[in-house]
């Protein structure tokens, strides 16, 4: 009876130990699953934070790339500044607890590495994610250098306040300022000829060089245009997207009276162009003429039959590599009959440009190239702002690529 319960308890013990050994593997096991299943779940986390501020940041590369391209003041700065830095920061993108800082440093004129971290806040943490990139832009100037305003001969102005930005005046002969002119250039004036300022006018300038502000500058041949060259495919008439005759334009711009006219593309017209009375004309790519342009051309009271009043004219520029402007194989004239004449765009008379007139605004962003210049406005301001890609597309011969490049790319976390 003694064996049988020494037995007994000794089976009940070797059922505890077993008992007890299963139980604590059951719990090894189940901790290893915890411990597996939040190892996991940090490593999942830890991904999709890290996918999120990559995402935060290549956004923020994409902003500053679209920033060097479209935003005037960062394309200027990065094209023309080779010490130029700046910061820009967005507190809310993509992800509700998203933000990004972008910076971008210049090595030199176009060129420099934009520096973008991805921030993304979750519970009392923040991840982060930084990307680099090195980005360039070919540039070339074009081919009448960084003037806004070119004349093979001279530049005469009269009763007018002239403001050039970003760039400088040009005259292969004489810049002449008279009758209480007030002219105020970003860079710098330069004639092979003479500066002659007269009383009661000023020209100021970041520097002046001329016959009489030695050393006078080298001369500047005036580029051509082709207009209509046979055989040419890249001439105007052959790129053009209407060809009317001077009737034929005439006639549409009669049509269009009391309402805007817009014209698409390349305009070219085998004749004179007169823009009458109360025309509003808006112009998405370039306006050209086999003969002269006049702009808000002086009729008895301004009228155009019983079209009367001011003409209004907008020009812009439909994309980064197309042509743009108002250019005429003779001369181009503003008249007094024009009320507003706001451009994107080239400016080009093969013979001469002449402003007689008393516009509310002249508003020029690209470049004016002409045989002479003539500016007489009544103290009306005149706005002109420098770009070299306006310019080189409106000639023809674009010296440099219109497109921001990716260099190289880095990350870090």
Known sequence: MNTFLSNLKLQHGFVLLTTILIMALMLMLALY??????????????QTLSMRTYYLAESGVAEAIWRLKND???????????????????????????????????????????????????????????IKTNVYKAL???????????????IDMSGTVLRVHNGSIFSNNNIIANFWS????????????????????????????????????????????SFDNAGDPDSYKARASHIYTTSQFSDLLWNNRGATLTLDGITYVTGDINIYGATDLIINGALVADGNITVGKNTSFCCWGTNCGRSHVIINRPTTDSPSGLLSKGRIDFELCLDSFNAHGLIYANDKINVLSLPYLIDITGGVISRKVTLTSIWQGIDLT?????????LGDPQFSPIVAVEHWEEDY
């Open 33 to 46: 699953v915890i411990s597996f299943t939040l190892t996991e779940f940090k490593i999942s986390t830890s």
């Open 182 to 225: 007030i002219i105020d250039v970003d860079k710098n004036a330069l004639a092979t000829g003479n500066i002659l300022t007269h009383i009661n006018s000023s020209i100021n300038a970041a520097a002046k060089y001329a016959h009489n502000y030695p050393p006078e500058p080298d001369p500047i041949a005036m580029p051509a245009v």
């Open 140 to 154: 070339g100037e074009s081919v009448v250098g960084d003037a806004g305003e070119y004349a093979d001969g001279n």
């Open 386 to 394: 420098f770009d070299n890609e306006i310019i080189s597309y409106g």
């Open 72 to 130: 005037t003041d960062w394309k200027i700065n990065f094209e023309t500044d080779p010490n130029w830095t700046i910061t820009y920061s967005r507190p809310s993108a993509l992800y509700p607890n998203g933000s990004y800082q972008i910076q971008v440093v210049n090595s030199d004129r176009a060129r420099g590495e934009i520096t973008v971290t991805g921030y993304l806040n979750f519970g009392n943490s923040i991840a982060q994610r930084v």
